[in-house]
């Protein structure tokens, strides 16, 4: 059996449909032509390719926190997706357990795109994620993990960590914010999206160089501390991406089938509640 004919469960995708749901006028980017990816087209990707199911995310580019266009996914989807959302950092817990019950898993935070700052107050959310038994989904780059590692130790908040870490690949495997990720490992509560390569690897696709991070982090974890993700409809991407190439290159990086199948459809499953009424 190749990867094609095996259940999967993408992690990491987006959906924009401007014209029924508009971008917020202050966005500070509204995704256009290719890069629009509506419910119904991500649908034709999936089965077209054998996924079962998929977990949007809440992108911050065209939406923020305006869930809307996500959550009306989940809803028409049939059980489908779970959603990972965007919201303020001080959103009421009645909001978070509203969206719960509307199949959203989690909150999205991106230091990446806003700094880490913009989590220097975000204490009192991860404990509210934790008594409703959420996930915190962070996206980093470089060090910036090294920053945050106070705030993840002194909650116990489920951590899912975006795209590998984005590490600095000319920085090598000692840099500080990989030995941060890897250091999560010994929590027991993080997970770790193998996805978005394309994003830090500075050679084309298969991301050679991209790999090694990769690599360590699934000897590291371990196939029940990781899913994978396709970053579908590839926002910003410089160059063209496809989603089959993608998955054979994840195919080619987890040979195993056993190991393949944990990351792929067990563990997120799991995780996720995908198939749970």
């Not at 060090?143 to 690949?169: F, K, S, Y």
């Not at 010994?186 to 696709?205: A, C, N, P, W, Y």
Request: hydrophobic share 45%; net charge negative; proline share 5%.
């Amino acid at each position: 059996m190749n990867i094609f004919d095996e259940e999967k469960i993408d992690c990491h995708n987006h959906i924009f449909d401007p014209a029924r749901f508009p971008y917020r006028a202050d966005t500070a980017y509204r995704p256009s032509m290719q890069e629009i990816g509506t419910a119904a087209q991500f649908a034709r990707v999936m089965d077209a390719y054998g996924v079962r199911h998929a977990l949007l995310v809440g992108p911050t580019s065209g939406y923020r926190t305006d869930n809307r266009c996500m959550l009306d996914a989940i809803a028409g989807g049939g059980g489908r997706f779970r959603g990972i959302a965007v919201v303020d950092n001080d959103v009421s817990r009645a909001e978070l357990a509203e969206m719960k019950g509307a199949g959203v898993v989690g909150v999205a935070f991106n230091p990446a795109m806003e700094g880490v700052e913009a989590m220097s107050d975000a204490d009192a959310l991860f404990n509210t994620l934790t008594d409703l038994d959420m996930f915190a989904q962070i996206q980093v780059t470089g060090d910036q993990l090294v920053a945050l590692e106070p705030l993840i130790e002194r909650t116990v908040t489920q951590i899912l960590i975006d795209h590998c870490g984005r590490p600095d690949v000319a920085a090598g495997m000692n840099q500080p914010g990989f030995r941060a990720l890897l250091r999560l490992a010994e929590t027991g509560r993080t997970v770790v999206k193998i996805s978005g390569m394309q994003k830090f690897s500075r050679l084309d696709h298969p991301y050679e160089d991209a790999q090694i991070f990769a690599r360590e982090i699934l000897r590291f974890f371990g196939p029940d501390q990781c899913v994978w993700g396709s970053d579908w409809p590839f926002l910003r991407s410089p160059v063209r991406l496809d989603y089959g190439p993608l998955l054979m290159l994840f195919g080619q990086l987890v040979p195993d089938s056993d190991a393949r199948r944990r990351v792929l459809w067990n563990t997120p499953r799991r995780l996720f509640g995908f198939g749970v009424a």
